[in-house]
């Protein structure tokens, strides 16, 4: 008798086979670049300008915040209006990666009723998603860096690193919500308000050394305060990012992306049943 | 619409392609239509269940043999679909244990993967690539694809302009190209035209050799009749009979009819 090649059993929440699983998912690397450049198309389907919104959008945000600092606000603080485009860029990563994340899962049902793939891709598509929306807010910061004077050190390579945890840290949060609003259908309902809080209790339109000390031992709870704390330091301010803030916001990004990653696989098999 | 499984495997002509054991699959459905929180906390302390159990399959065990073309008749509800989702591993069952023994290529719905917005080119990507297909294959079988869904110009406009019969067409040709050593169809031969039918049983015809097994779905009994050398009839999750084309077809004809009798004899 041959050795079958795949057996399918009753489920049981535990992990599947990883190797299997991860060379199934390396294997559809293509479709999932495919998929999410053709989910990026579909979201600006029809509109005149089309893929230029993705360097409209980061333009016309950095344009309001400059219309509400420079002119209604009287300020000419270069550092200020370089923190909130700055920090406004990179929260906006982690926010379109949850606003992604949260359906990709419930809104994949055709696909995964029909199609069998390691069904991690649908967040991870989400993710790439944010980035892609990203990546022209850099250049636009760059721009915008260059105008109002900023300063340059090399501390500033510090980015790369801060951006790998910004987005280990979307790919987890991304992971998570995708799973939990299989099971609680509410979280996307919610998911505007959680979005909402975390963009006023992290360091975006303030700084965060105006924050207390007492409420900052507070901020240890939200996962990117520090992280677009030091984003601010490295980008605008061109210094080093304190450690503290860095490990805090790489225990964060690991804890969200293991717990979420974990708790995603042993749960993918029920999804389809869950539709 | 496809996939196909990653693995390659080899295998000998006439040896077991899958092999269901004693399979049963319940699905629990909420009764709400959407698992919220709200409805969690209504229902919580009160001990009231808010989901329902579903026998989908009931103890079902067939053994499919290489260079076996076999059909699943049965009513609406019977399991059909339930059946190949186990068998492709997009469901996993709550009973028994499925083998198999090859690289599974399904086409259980047609255009899954799609987008709309895109082109018909784009889409032949995306469909190849969500079926497991590397852009090399799709490459190379472009050609055969687009002739094969007769779109002609219409390949480059976005698939939202196509009719349903174009659109099943395009879906149809990109699941014919790939070559499985398992291959499961449901429903997915009733597309198009007359003309494009008579093609798409054509190309399923190609695909009966001796190292290959195929799982249709069909409603379409002649066709069942006309293409499988075996035929298994569910009935609400149970295994009613299987064996020869033409009796388990005539079996279930003659049940259907004596069902329909019977609720004629009621409504009077």
């Known amino acids: 008798m041959e050795k079958p090649v795949v057996v399918y059993e009753p489920f049981r929440a535990g992990l599947p086979p990883m190797r299997e699983y991860l060379r199934s998912l390396w294997s559809r690397r293509t479709f999932i670049a495919e998929f999410s450049r053709s989910e990026l198309r579909e979201q600006n389907y029809g509109s005149v300008f089309g893929q230029l919104w993705l360097i409209l959008n980061p333009l016309l945000?950095?344009?309001?915040?400059?219309?509400?600092?420079?002119?209604?606000?009287?300020?000419?603080?270069?550092?200020?209006?370089?923190h909130l485009t700055a920090n406004l860029f990179l929260f906006y990563l982690i926010a379109n990666s949850l606003t992604g994340?949260?359906?990709?899962?419930?809104?994949?049902?055709r696909l995964i009723l029909n199609t069998s793939f390691p069904r991690v891709m649908l967040p991870i598509s989400a993710t790439i998603i944010a980035l892609f929306k990203f990546m022209p807010t850099l250049i636009v910061f760059a721009i915008i860096h260059a105008v109002i004077g900023l300063p340059y050190s090399w501390q500033m390579l510090w980015a790369i690193p801060i951006l790998l945890i910004a987005l280990i840290m979307a790919l987890g949060m991304a992971i998570l919500i995708s799973c939990i609003n299989v099971y609680f259908r509410d979280i996307s309902s919610m998911l505007p308000y959680l979005t909402?809080?975390?963009?006023?209790?992290?360091?975006?339109?303030?700084e965060a050394t105006n924050v207390s000390d007492r409420i900052k031992t507070l901020e240890i709870a939200n996962p990117i305060f520090f992280l677009l704390d030091s984003w601010s330091r490295v980008v605008v301010h061109a210094q080093a990012p304190s450690m503290n803030g860095?490990?805090?916001a790489t225990a964060w990004a690991l804890f969200l992306f293991i717990?979420?990653?974990?708790?995603?696989?042993?749960?993918?098999?029920?999804?389809?049943?869950?539709? | 619409m496809i996939s196909l499984s990653d693995f390659k495997h080899e295998h000998s002509p006439h040896s077991v392609a899958v092999s269901v054991k004693d399979l049963g699959l319940t699905y629990t459905t909420s009764i709400d239509k959407k698992p919220t929180l709200?409805?969690?906390?209504?229902?919580?302390?009160?001990?009231?269940k808010h989901t329902r159990i579903v026998r989908a399959l009931n103890d079902v065990s067939i053994d499919v043999h290489y260079g076996t073309v076999l059909g699943i008749i049965g009513s609406n509800g019977a399991g059909k679909s339930s059946l190949m989702r186990v068998i492709s591993g997009i469901v996993p069952p709550t009973q028994g244990r499925v083998e198999v023994y090859g690289s599974v290529s399904t086409l259980l719905a047609l255009g899954v993967g799609f987008?709309?917005?895109?082109?018909?080119?784009?889409?032949?990507?995306?469909?190849?690539?969500?079926a497991g297909m590397s852009r090399e294959e799709i490459d190379s079988?472009?050609?055969a694809i687009a002739d094969f869904s007769e779109l002609g110009e219409a390949i480059d406009a976005p698939m939202r302009t196509y009719s349903s019969g174009m659109y099943a067409r395009l879906a149809f040709s990109v699941a014919a190209v790939v070559e499985p050593d398992i291959l499961i169809i449901d429903e997915a031969l009733s597309t198009g035209d007359a003309k494009f039918k008579e093609k798409s049983l054509n190309r399923i015809k190609e695909l009966r050799t001796a190292d290959r097994a195929l799982i249709l779905v069909s409603h379409a009994l002649a066709t069942i009749e006309d293409i499988c050398n075996e035929v298994v009839w569910l009935n609400k999750g149970k295994l009613m009979m299987r064996g020869n084309p033409s009796e388990v077809i005539a079996a279930y004809r003659e049940f259907v009819d004596a069902r329909k009798s019977a609720s004629s004899d009621e409504d009077v």
């Open chain 2, 141 to 143: 079988n472009f050609d």
């Open chain 2, 115 to 130: 987008n709309p917005s895109m082109t018909g080119r784009d889409n032949v990507y995306l469909g190849g690539l969500a």
């Open chain 1, 259 to 275: 717990s979420g990653t974990y708790f995603f696989l042993s749960r993918e098999r029920d999804f389809a049943v869950r539709l």
């Open chain 1, 61 to 82: 945000l950095s344009a309001v915040y400059f219309l509400l600092i420079y002119v209604i606000g009287g300020s000419s603080d270069a550092n200020r209006f370089g």
């Open chain 1, 101 to 109: 994340g949260v359906k990709a899962i419930t809104s994949g049902q």
């Open chain 1, 246 to 248: 860095l490990m805090h």
């Open chain 2, 38 to 48: 709200k409805a969690r906390l209504k229902t919580l302390g009160r001990g009231k």
């Open chain 1, 196 to 206: 909402r809080s975390l963009l006023y209790l992290s360091p975006i339109l303030y």
